[in-house]
């Protein structure tokens, strides 16, 4: 059975790659237009790790949507959430406790459109199209307060998604205003785009990204930890994505691409 072609809003230029659409292409999406395609060869050839990469990323934010679930977590903020595939959050935290509520957040108008296809039927899911750089359109929207008690822990998530904030705009500043916002007990989940490992490989994916609508912005380990202020790191803190509380650790040290991206979990004391 084919999917409804309403996914594609009118208002889309296809001519125009985003990141979203590039990172479902890694995953093996089919929400995507040439132009992302394009784009995303362009890509792998810069890393050609990318597809792992991309894997690793979303293996982590299953593991640390379960690792928030176990802590007694049960409303999450999804920012930045791109275009769903398989393993969502919203799939993750019901299937442990149905009751879970969920909040999307995505600027991106094909990510938004094919999220409210995907939740039509879910009354304990929705999605905001927001700008994740104001922090009070998101925690203020309408949806999100009708769904999420911020008197309540909440799992705050922002897997892949900073490294496309410029460094001018003060990444920490922003992060800080949705901690404020969260009561005692949440959790922020983040994963981020490093040079340290490899500063080449890097460099050229951030030339890639310069002819997208989301230039990428890689941060150090230093920085990346700077984002946790305010939160306190859950073992084994900033890592590469392989690392962070692998299913398999014994595996997890060779896994390809799996330094490009530093992850972590904080809780808000």
Avoid: C
Wanted: aromatic fraction near 8%; charge should be negative.
């Amino acid at each position: 059975m084919n999917e409804p072609a309403n996914w594609v809003p009118d208002d889309v230029d296809e001519e125009v790659p985003s990141a979203a659409r590039l990172y479902d292409y890694l995953l093996g999406g089919a929400h995507n237009f040439a132009a992302d395609r394009a784009l995303a060869e362009k890509f792998l050839a810069a890393l050609p790790s990318a597809r792992d990469v991309a894997r690793l990323n979303r293996a982590f934010l299953r593991r640390a949507v379960v690792f928030m679930g176990q802590q007694g977590v049960r409303q999450f903020l999804d920012v930045g959430s791109g275009i769903p595939t398989v393993g969502n959050v919203h799939e993750i935290a019901q299937s442990a406790d149905p009751e879970a509520r969920v909040v999307y957040v995505d600027y991106e108008s094909v990510a938004v459109a094919h999220s409210q296809l995907m939740l039509e039927d879910n009354d304990r899911a929705t999605i905001v199209q927001a700008d994740m750089t104001d922090p009070d359109s998101i925690l203020k929207h309408p949806e999100t307060l009708r769904l999420l008690d911020f008197d309540e822990p909440v799992g705050l998530i922002m897997a892949g998604v900073f490294h496309f904030v410029p460094h001018e705009a003060d990444a920490p500043a922003i992060i800080a205003r949705y901690r404020d916002a969260l009561a005692p007990g949440s959790y922020l989940a983040l994963s981020h785009f490093t040079a340290d490992i490899s500063p080449e490989e890097m460099a050229g994916v951030v030339e890639v990204m310069r002819r997208s609508a989301d230039p990428i912005y890689t941060r150090t380990h230093a920085e990346i930890t700077e984002l946790f202020a305010g939160f306190e790191l859950v073992e084994p803190g900033v890592v590469g994505t392989a690392l962070w509380r692998p299913d398999r650790p014994e595996q997890a040290a060779d896994e390809p691409g799996g330094s490009q991206i530093y992850a972590g979990v904080g809780r808000k004391p």
